[in-house]
């Protein structure tokens, strides 16, 4: 079992920074791919990236947030960021993590996810 809890959302401007946080607990977190996805009243869950806990921290970004958006971890905390740069109006959303089993960009393959965080970019 995992249990994933995010942080860090707010109201920002356009071109600000964000990072939120995502605390990852369970015996059997290390063992999981850890991703960062966003959502907007009725669209479905857009894939921003995701991160592995293994050495060198292997990871992968959606074309939407690459070049902007960093994904990091620290293994000691158990906690993955997303660090937001230069974010735009189009960025608002409410931002989930999640754990699945394997490197994969499709929502339907994670296993576990948290309550989500919501990021407000305003013009």
């Known amino acids: 079992q995992v249990q994933l809890v995010e942080s860090g959302g707010g109201l920002v401007q356009a071109g600000d920074s964000l990072r939120l946080s995502c605390a990852a607990f369970g015996r059997t977190v290390n063992r999981y791919y850890m991703g960062w996805f966003r959502q907007t009243p009725g669209k479905e869950r857009e894939f921003v990236a995701w991160i592995t806990w293994g050495a060198g921290g292997v990871s992968f970004y959606g074309d939407s947030v690459k070049g902007r958006f960093t994904i990091s971890r620290d293994n000691a905390k158990f906690t993955v960021y997303l660090q937001m740069n230069s974010l735009k109006p189009e960025d608002t959303a409410l931002y989930y993590c999640?754990?699945?089993?394997?490197?994969?960009?499709?929502?339907?393959?994670?296993?576990?996810w948290g309550q989500g965080t919501q990021v407000t970019v305003s013009s």
């Open positions: 999640a754990a699945a089993p394997s490197a994969t960009t499709l929502a339907q393959r994670y296993d576990y």
